[in-house]
């Protein structure tokens, strides 16, 4: 055979030879080429979580969980509350729930206001009295069996009176059932109801011009703050939970008053003397609601 012919045939069998090594190495796992082992997309070690990072401009999503409305020891049951800025917790349009009972009185008590003749008056707890906020509003109570009384808030009713409790004149409560049966569940609302009195200030016991309390009386509305008139501009004085508005350092005293309503409303009033102990009327009244 000639040498040329020799050469080329084993040339074909080595060609043969390699490409058997390489189909039998890739079947078999056979190592894998370095520049394999270095790709990104290569996978992670036994033992090594593959951690997957979102792109930046992606922040992984987040959820809120829905937090289930729990019942809390406020006696509002349903509210459709009108708007009242200043309100605290007795809300125009919020119905309120709790019982009813009744106590010998005479309109006089921790609000402050003189002995009356109308037994339309109550005591309130101490929840919603709140600090002596609740004092002269008027509140509509009534019962399941349909009776109802407006009552104007006068007192303070101390535990152990619940949340949502009234305590009313024996008279009051005669409108909603009998005496005998101690109490009555009844639910209640703020009303704003006519009125034909005018608004009253009153300087308490000991004021001058150095130290006064002021307090405001027969206001159609729920009284939200009090504001004096001193050195060119108006300032607010705090309210004590005896229903006085104080100004410890005399300013204001005998000055012009502002009172705003739980609505908004301000009425100023003209200077008036202080007179320690005497009611002395205005000729302002805040709107019916």
Not at 218 to 242: F, M
């Amino acid at each position: 055979m000639p040498r040329r012919t020799v050469l080329v045939a084993i040339v074909a069998l080595l060609v043969v030879a390699a490409t058997v090594v390489v189909l039998v190495a890739t079947r078999t796992g056979g190592p894998v080429p370095a520049e394999a082992a270095n790709k990104s997309d290569a996978a992670p070690a036994i033992g090594t979580a593959a951690v997957t990072t979102p792109p930046e401009s992606t922040p992984p999503p987040t959820t809120t969980p829905t937090t289930p409305t729990t019942a809390t020891s406020s006696s509002v049951t349903s509210s459709t509350s009108a708007a009242a800025p200043l309100a605290g917790r007795i809300e125009p349009g919020a119905t309120h729930s709790g019982v009813a009972t009744f106590y010998d009185t005479d309109g006089t008590g921790a609000c402050g206001y003189d002995a009356t003749t109308d037994p339309l008056n109550a005591a309130m707890n101490v929840a919603d009295y709140e600090g002596s906020q609740a004092c002269g509003a008027f509140v509509l109570v009534r019962a399941a069996n349909g009776a109802s009384v407006t009552v104007r808030i006068t007192n303070l009713c101390p535990a152990p009176c619940r949340v949502g409790q009234l305590d009313l004149n024996p008279k009051a409560f005669d409108r909603l059932g009998a005496r005998n049966l101690g109490e009555i569940p009844v639910t209640w609302k703020l009303v704003s109801p006519p009125s034909a009195k005018k608004i009253s200030l009153r300087y308490k016991d000991g004021s001058s011009q150095y130290w006064c309390g002021i307090q405001v009386i027969d206001h159609r509305n729920p009284v939200a703050r009090l504001e004096v008139r001193a050195g060119g501009s108006w300032k607010r004085l705090q309210r004590t939970d005896y229903n006085y508005f104080l100004s410890e350092n005399g300013a204001g005293c005998g000055g012009a008053v502002a009172v705003t309503d739980i609505h908004g409303e301000r009425l100023v009033i003209d200077p008036l003397p202080v007179k320690p102990g005497v009611s002395q009327p205005t000729n302002r009244q805040f709107a019916q609601h």
